[in-house]
């Protein structure tokens, strides 16, 4: 099993729609949870950092964890055709030198 | 743009071949992280240095070493290149080093092996 498991995708929502992507997990020593974005032929970009359990929201993105459940989400709100990318979602136990695991990433194409 | 930067963007090579991947870590960070990302793999973790030394390590093969100079970049050597090293390399750079620490990436070394 897989420390990261993410929904392969790809993922095609009509632009306004509420789009919901999820991430589980194995390891339960993570402690810190991100998503990152990445558009085509680009590194991948912090989109939203979320430490334990809990919601967090930023505009029209929301980051949830539940480590009960070892399950993490992340909302769009109204998604744009700018939204189109690959979200990866990412996590390490805490330690200054613990490694960044990331799941393998989902597509989202939001359709004009 | 994250203010990493990495060169070159694309790189054809043979197999059997050598080369070195550069990456200048965003200013004043002294952490560098290198990944290599693949569509069966996805992003996997090869190397961290911290300040000039070794810090962590992952998945990475013993033909690949990377180093970071004084000047804080950093250099990700691939030697007797195989097809299946065909990926995207990818430098990243934090402040310092942590658990807490969010990581900035550039825009990647496309690697062809032939």
């Known amino acids: 099993q897989k420390e990261v ?10 632009e306004g729609a509420i789009v919901s992507l999820n991430c589980t997990y194995s390891n339960s020593a993570f402690q810190y949870f991100m998503w990152y974005r990445q558009y085509s032929r ?11 359990s809990g919601n967090k929201e ?3 993105f929301t980051a949830q964890v539940d480590k009960s459940s070892k399950y993490i989400s992340l909302f769009i709100r109204d998604s744009q ?31 004009p | 743009d994250s203010g990493v ?12 071949q ?4 550069r990456c200048s870590p965003r200013s004043g960070d002294l952490s560098v992280y290198w990944y290599q990302q693949s569509l ?27 180093q970071q100079f004084p000047d804080l970049h950093s250099e990700l050597n691939l030697s007797s290149l195989e097809l299946g090293d065909s990926a995207l390399y990818f430098c990243a750079s934090s402040p310092r080093q942590g658990a807490n620490e969010k990581l900035f990436f550039g825009s990647g070394t496309q690697l062809s092996v032939l």
């Open chain 2, 5 to 16: 930067t990495q060169t070159p963007k694309h790189l054809i090579t043979a197999t059997g």
């Open chain 1, 42 to 52: 680009k590194g991948p970009e912090l989109l939203m950092y979320t430490y334990s």
């Open chain 2, 40 to 66: 069966d793999q996805g992003l996997q973790f090869l190397i961290q240095y911290y300040n000039g030394e070794e810090r962590a390590k992952g998945n990475i093969l013993e033909r690949f070493s990377a």
């Open chain 1, 5 to 14: 498991e993410q929904d392969p995708g790809p993922l095609s929502v009509p």
């Open chain 1, 58 to 60: 930023d505009g029209r």
């Open chain 2, 18 to 21: 050598r080369v070195t991947l």
């Open chain 1, 81 to 111: 055709p700018s939204d189109s990318a690959t979200y990866l979602c990412a996590m390490r136990r805490a330690g200054a030198n613990s490694k960044l695991t990331f799941g393998k990433g989902i597509t989202l194409s939001v359709r």
